[in-house]
């Protein structure tokens, strides 16, 4: 089977290059150099704008595509030697105020009114940047990978203004040609235009987008023309340094305040237009969120996202590869037990055709806990094939040491991955796909263990499908990725209707059906998972799921059901269960806003499980936002556990005073691990890029409310362009 989805995808492939064309090559905006100084003042008051090509007569994508939208957007470009510029007018097509969630930057896209820019530098369709704003000014940022996703965590240095009126609100910005990547001497970008308005519920954008897929769709991207190629961003070196005073205690213990002052720095320089090298000294990352805990009823590794600036920056070159429980690079595997000592990551477009990436990091030896100083390396390499499909390959290593041999006799010296991927992507993005191969190499567990995998998943207007199916061998290993389970085939298949009634409320609705089917090595079948779900979408933009399941399991280790109990299930029973659930998530126009999902059924050991969550939000918008989650799990088994239950409760405070200026407070009580954790973080941005951090973090004990431990960090980070 495998072999016959790569020649599917390969013939696919060369059946797509006649294809190639670029879909909305006919929607195109000049772009002239300005006649005269632009200030971003969100006034268009200019000469420049005057005289400016306008694109405008947007059209709707949601909530139907056929149709032009009824809420005029007109966007005009300009540049100089220096920046990019953008002039947006938003008009209102309904009376009322804009709908906002906060002035926090990185926005929730359906929870604003919002307009945004989508930009391929190199037309390729597949890599470009994100800009973008609020109707309250809070500005959105993100490098753009994989044909249309949006990564939030990259920042950079770009000035905006919003100014609103009666029947229109004005965004204004300038964007340095330092801060984007792209190869000189081209006078033709990707480029569209994305508004959001959501007192008519209505997404629309310049050229036309099919409503399956985002509105950040590069496929879909009509052309800026330049009446000169873009001027050379020159020299582009910053210096961040940062400063750090902070303490620890161990209540709990009673052990004495541990105090800390620290330093580093990170470095950004740009080789060429296309591509940078990012270098760091003593990292420190205090200042990010700490996870958001779960209740974990799983048999395997949860995974949790990767929150470190330094590694999320071009992060689809090293941790895009694989599939979403087998990642042959997971940068969380590194840093977190032992001190980053130095990193150095280069990344970007050697051509059109060719990305490159390549990281080495170092760390320090934790002789308390027995583990000897480690140095990690990934070197990522992609080639663009047709219309918007990728080759590509990866190397992982990791190294016991750096200078000096190994200590600690316990773990392996070293653990490899080598693989190779093909990307789909057909010119129209109906038909998209993955295929994949992995070796690991460790002087332990067998020496070389293999790992495959494969996807093709098509999306019509109606009818969408995907079959999936991958293959890891006992004997692999990535200790530098995420692969919670060895030793197994899985087969995935889906498929879903939607259909799109003539309904002044329901948007869309269509079932969906799902099975995820595991076998071990012998072909015999160990897990079973199958779903009905039945989805419908209000054109309020809110949302209904309703579903049924039916499950299977076979277990290979003994387990704890509860995770908490220390009582296990022993290897090799079955377990047969029915379930069923709901979700719905109510419009995000309104200022108090509410989501519950429930789950009730059956569990292992002929038990019954009975799940609640709900998240209640409200909002004085821009300033201030309140969400309360809370989710309960009952757990009805035999007498060996009787009735188990948790609670799991959330509240977070958002307070956007500014749109330099935040406040975030969140508690966290996870009743199976009986904790309360407080974090409170304050984050002035007194400059572009340049914030002052103050971070607060208490765990307690339940009961009796005992303080465990608790931690304070100032931290100040400054952007220097030299």
Known sequence: MKKALILVFLFMGIQLTAFAQKINSDYRLHITKAVDPISIDGLMDEQTWMDAEVA?????????????????????????????????????????????????????????????LFMDPFDDQLNGFSFGANAAGAQWDGIMFDGGRVDLSWDNKWVSKVRNYEDKWIFEAAIPFKSIRYKHGIK????????????????SGWAPVPRQFPSASL??????????PPPAAGPNISLIPYGLGGMRRNVREGLPAEYRYDYGMDAKIGLGSSMNLDLTVNPDFSQVEVDRQVTNLDRFELFFPERRQFFLENGDLFANFGFETIRPFFSRRIGLNAPLQAGARLSGRINKDWRIGAMNMQTGQVEASGIDAQNFSVISLQRRVFSRSNIGAIFVNRQVGMFRGPSNLDKPDYDRNVGMEFNLASSNNLWTGKAMVLKSFNPREGGRGLAHAANLRYTGGNLYWNWQQEYVSENYTAEVGFVPRTGFYKTHPSVGYLFFPKSKKILSHGPELNSRMFFDTDFQ???????????????????????????????????????????????????????????????????????????????FADGKRYNMAA???????????????????EIHLP??????????????LDLTLTNTFFVTAFVQYNEQIENINLNTRLQWRFKPASDIFLVFTDNYLPAPFYAKDRSIALKFTYWWNM
């Open 56 to 116: 405008t007569d947007f059209f709707m994508i949601t909530p139907m595509d056929t149709s032009y939208s009824q809420v005029r957007t007109d966007v005009r470009m300009a540049y100089d030697d220096k920046y990019l510029y953008l002039m947006v007018v938003n008009y209102h097509a309904l009376e009322g105020p804009y709908m906002v969630e906060s002035l926090r930057r990185d926005f929730n896209f359906g929870k604003n009114d919002n307009f945004l």
């Open 219 to 228: 496929a879909y991207t009509g052309v800026l023309v330049w009446d000169n």
């Open 525 to 603: 079948q160990t897990d079973n998972e199958t779903w009905l779900s039945y989805r419908i979408r209000f054109r309020s933009q809110s949302n209904l799921v309703i579903w049924g399941a039916r499950d299977y399991i076979k277990l290979l280790n003994p387990f704890d059901p509860t995770n908490f109990s220390g009582e296990t299930l022993e290897a090799g029973t079955e377990h047969t269960w029915y379930a069923w659930g709901s979700e719905y998530s109510s419009k995000p126009q309104s200022i108090f806003t509410y989501a519950f999902s429930s789950r009730f059924g059956g569990y």
């Open 188 to 203: 033709e970008w990707g480029i569209n235009f994305s508004r959001l308005d959501l007192k008519t519920t209505e997404k």
């Open 615 to 633: 998240e209640l939000g409200y909002r004085f918008q821009p300033y201030f936002s309140l969400t309360f989650n809370a989710n309960y799990n």
């Open 639 to 652: 007498e060996t556990w009787g009735i188990t239950h948790f609670w799991l409760i959330g509240p977070r």
